[in-house]
Nanobody, 116 residues
Framework: QVQLVESGGGLVQPGGSLRLSCAAS????????MSWYRQAPGKERELVAT????????MNLESAKGRFTISRDNAKNTVYLQMNSLKPEDTAVYYC?????????WGQGTQVTVSS
């Protein structure tokens, strides 16, 4: 079955960096777009970025443009979110997302806390 497992979250100071990873299994990873979402306390889940199967990046979150980069390694079935110049407002649970054959899958989430 499809599984998405995130890792790489943690506590970081403002201005710092983190790289999130999402290891995927149970489907032909290279054939599907992958996305990162986030959900801050008391807020709705929001789309951060999508990377299509042909390498097109769609950075949905305006505040992340120029700071976050989504990438993928099809050999490792892994999608990444490199986050630089982190701000306290980036604090959230970050989720990996895939839509495979019309079904939607989410990872368990990884907590990112930006605080001094």
């Amino acid at each position: 079955q499809v599984q998405l497992v995130e890792s790489g979250g943690g506590l970081v100071q403002p201005g710092g960096s983190l790289r999130l990873s999402c290891a995927a299994s149970g489907f032909t990873f290279s054939s599907y777009a992958m996305s990162w979402y986030r959900q801050a306390p008391g807020k709705e889940r929001e789309l951060v970025a999508t990377l299509t199967s042909i390498g097109l990046t769609i950075m949905n979150l305006e505040s992340a443009k120029g700071r976050f980069t989504i990438s993928r390694d099809n050999a490792k079935n892994t999608v990444y979110l490199q986050m630089n110049s982190l701000k306290p407002e980036d604090t959230a649970v970050y989720y990996c997302y895939a839509r495979v054959r019309l079904a939607v899958y989410w990872g368990q989430g990884t907590q990112v806390t930006v605080s001094s």
